[in-house]
């Protein structure tokens, strides 16, 4: 963010998700494997182990509380709890309106 023009960085609105241990334990192959080509492209099979990508989850979510930035975390039901995020877009949106 520190990289962009501050009239520009204003109407970012970052947002930072992960998922929970218990997420990627359940839901590893059938979900996140499954749908990683779903945002971008990947040809390559997941390299990472279920335990490799707990660990990275649980320091990014780390990073994001350090630093105090929004950091949304898929518990159980992504596609209910991805709305929490819709609605954090929806109302940031609103706010930048009005400045």
């Not at 492209?41 to 335990?51: A, C, M």
């Amino acid at each position: 963010m520190k990289g962009f023009d501050i009239n520009y960085s204003e109407k970012i609105i970052p947002v930072f998700l992960g998922f929970s241990t218990n997420y990627i334990q359940e839901n590893f192959e059938t979900k996140i494997v499954k749908h990683r080509n779903a945002v971008e492209l990947r040809n390559w099979p997941e390299e990472r182990t279920i335990k490799e990508l707990i660990k990275e989850h649980k320091e990014f979510k780390t990073k994001c509380l350090q630093v105090g930035v929004r950091y949304f975390e898929i518990e159980n039901d992504y596609d209910k709890e991805i709305l929490n995020v819709y609605d954090y877009i929806e109302a940031e949106k609103r706010r930048i309106e009005s400045l």
